[in-house]
């Protein structure tokens, strides 16, 4: 028998110190692992909620969507096709509001107007 044991009244099992750390250490490793998991998984929940929030404003929007759920438009400003995400007031990340074509951008987002592409022919056209 080990030096140092505990022996719990209620019950005839003997707890030794090493048994005691080793659950521990278990425990600890646990919870690690499950901090891990639930951070993760609200990580996951966060980007789904991204992605939902940007895939609706484009519907609103009426704007054709990539595989992300990302506006297809071609930017005014640099002449080149873009998949990217509206914010709430329906502007894309990379609207600069000094910009003449980035606001006239986004007023064609509003009305409708605004130049997209067929992602399987690859033509232009507006909405």
């Known amino acids: 028998m080990m ?3 505990r022996v719990h009244a209620a019950s005839t099992i003997v707890f030794s110190d ?6 521990m250490s278990s425990r600890r490793r646990l919870e690690r692992l499950l901090h891990a998991k639930f951070r993760a998984a ?7 909620k991204q992605t939902f929030a940007t895939t609706k404003r ?12 990302n506006a297809r438009i071609v930017c005014r400003r640099y ?4 998949s ?7 502007r894309p990340p990379c609207f600069d ?3 003449q074509d980035c606001q006239g951008c986004v007023e064609d987002i509003q009305e409708e107007t605004i ?3 067929n992602p399987a022919g690859g033509d232009l056209y507006r909405r």
């Open 3 to 5: 030096a140092a044991q």
């Open 84 to 90: 990217v995400g509206l914010d709430a007031s329906g």
């Open 58 to 69: 484009a519907a609103e929007a009426d704007l054709p969507t990539d595989e992300n759920g």
């Open 42 to 48: 609200g990580m996951q929940i966060e980007q789904a």
């Open 115 to 117: 130049e997209t592409w």
């Open 79 to 82: 002449a080149e096709r873009r």
């Open 18 to 23: 090493e048994n005691i750390v080793q659950a």
């Open 97 to 99: 509001p000094t910009s």
